[in-house]
């Protein structure tokens, strides 16, 4: 996998101590690096409710988006009365610029077997499944690899480390609903049904699958789980900052120099991860913005990126930690474009269970539509703000109560931008179509025919050595002739 | 289901390989919680037809015993099922974040024009669907196409051209 590898010293490896380094289709590469150990001591050494305030101690937090104490969640399921209970990993990945999960279920398959086994034990569940997105087929194969090996060598089945513990776990595929990684709507999809989400309370650990108790937790929150049996939970503890310890894995993308997954300490600042770790932004431009949490987070600005990183300190600048994408933008990035960008995707992934959420979203992303088309009236933003407000309150599920940040986000940090387009109908970073008009300079050109060549839309009219003219309507503004003049005579708007 | 029927009688009926239902029907009797398995079968039914018509929903509804209705709840739930036949190349234009941030969206702009048609739709000779995806994972290569199982990373607006006819013509 692309993980990042400048700047090592400025890493940490817990979530991807193994990916890359073992061979993921071998279990005894996995037990060679000390693989299925801490499993052992759980179940010959400990008791389930040990092992649950062990986690507790160790203060990790979901790395799913949400934050939640994994140690606290367990305690719930454990606690729940019944004797049938289950564990789903939530392997959907659904931020659409993400693949944390991913190189983790490609490159350390066992990492996460092992700690689902450990946290059956933990919640008193003997099943387990892991619910995985149909668009990661070599994961899927790997995962399988894995689970047939662990069972041949006993650590998955009946009377594992002759505990009289059995615990089995098998696969179910998503099919492409982003909110399916909402908990509530992931255990409707893992029953085969229609994902639509329910009302929480009751949460899952008092009646999820099957209406039974059901702890579900992220791939990355269980890689960190064998590390912590290990090391202890004093280890855990004593990395990251006052409210989120250990590590944290992001996938970095966008403009910037080295592209691909870096997992640092909790504490670390953007500004260390952008251009320590990141190397920068590409070909001498201007950073603008830092987007994470995915379509639930916000924009970050240069203003903000000395901020220690944590669940709390991302939440306090308007953005969140989500499930790790990072994406930097550089001058070339229309924000108000950016909040349409994450509309479009969340409207479209509405399940269209509230009427708040469903409506809500399609009208916030007909108006940026407007907006980003040079049409937008004043009375457009005040409707926006509104909108967003009322969609956050009322939403019933995560996606709808969040979907609103990106557009808060971007009209808290770049108001002036949104005043652009409706006042001036300018788009300064030069990305929305409707606002830009690309034109030949008579004066300059000289009749190479270059641009004409490259025009996907052919809507450059011109013969060799005339002056070639630009049929406006039909051009997409995709800036290939501007690129191709070797006579600056494009003029780009 | 009435209305099912009536649908089945009528001109929109297409006649699919039989070795087709043959194949699923063995693989849906070896699986042993149909109900729970419903996005398993159906994941397989796509992959042996390639597309979901009415007619295979209304095969799967029958071989696992629920209604057609809950079926067609499902399949038109989730973006992965398609219920209309797709181009023998299916192009699929990243439309992830990060691509987006590449300026993806004029690649897919591109390949609209150039195919004149729509995401979502199919040229009419067959050869090409146009789609846009999510996330595929490989954001170090923005903006990325797939044309099948091929990857094009770092495509540029010029490229666009040369990716189809590079199709076009190794069907010839
Ligand atoms: C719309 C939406 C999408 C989500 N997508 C994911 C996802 O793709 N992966 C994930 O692990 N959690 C996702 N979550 C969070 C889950 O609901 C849940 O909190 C998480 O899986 C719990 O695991 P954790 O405590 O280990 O983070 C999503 C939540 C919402 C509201
Ligand atoms: S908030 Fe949106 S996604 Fe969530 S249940 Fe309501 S309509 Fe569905
Ligand atoms: S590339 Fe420039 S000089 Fe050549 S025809 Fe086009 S506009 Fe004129
Ligand atoms: S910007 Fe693109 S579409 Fe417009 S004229 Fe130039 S090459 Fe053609
Ligand atoms: S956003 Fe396109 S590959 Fe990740």
Redesign the pocket.
Known sequence: MENVKSQENKQYRIALRNSGLIDPGDISDYIAFRGYEALGKVLTEMEPAEVAKMVKESGL????????P?GL?WEFTLKAPGDEKYLIC??????PGAFM?RSILEGDPHSLLEAMVIGGYATGANNGVIYIRAEYPLAIKRLQVAIDQAREMGFLGKDIFGSGFDFDLYLKLGAGA??C???TS?IQSVEGKRGEPTKKPPFPSESGYMGKPTT????E??AAVPPIILNGPEWFQGIGTETSKGTKVFALAGDINNVGLVEVTMGTTLREIIFDIGGGIPGGAKFKAVQTGGP?GGVITELDLDTPIDYESLKNIGSMMG?GGMIVMDDSTCMVNIAKFFLEFTQDESCGKCTSCRVGTMRMYEILEKITNGEGTEQDLINLNDLARSVKDTAL???GQ?APNPVLSTMNYYKHEYEDHVYNKKCTAGSCKALLSYSIDPEKCIGCTACLKVCPTNCIDGKAKEVHVIREDECIACNACFEACKFDAVIKP | MQKQHEQLKTNDFVELPKEHYEELETYISGVKDKEGSLIHILHKAQEIFGYLPKEVQLFVSRQVGIPAAKVYGVVSFYSFFTQKPVGKHKISVCMGTACFVKKAEKILDAFAAELGINKGETTEDMLFTLRDVRCVGACGLAPVVFVGDNVHGHVAVEDVKDIIQQYRKGDE
Not at chain 1, 61 to 68: I, L, V
Not at chain 1, 90 to 95: L, P, R, T, V
Not at chain 1, 216 to 219: G, L, T
């Open positions: 937090r979901g790395r799913g988006g949400g934050g939640f994994t969640k939530n392997a959907d990945e659904g931020d999960d982003f909110v990684g909402e908990e992931l579900v937790n992220n791939v929150t269980f639930s499930s599920c995560g996606l969040t």
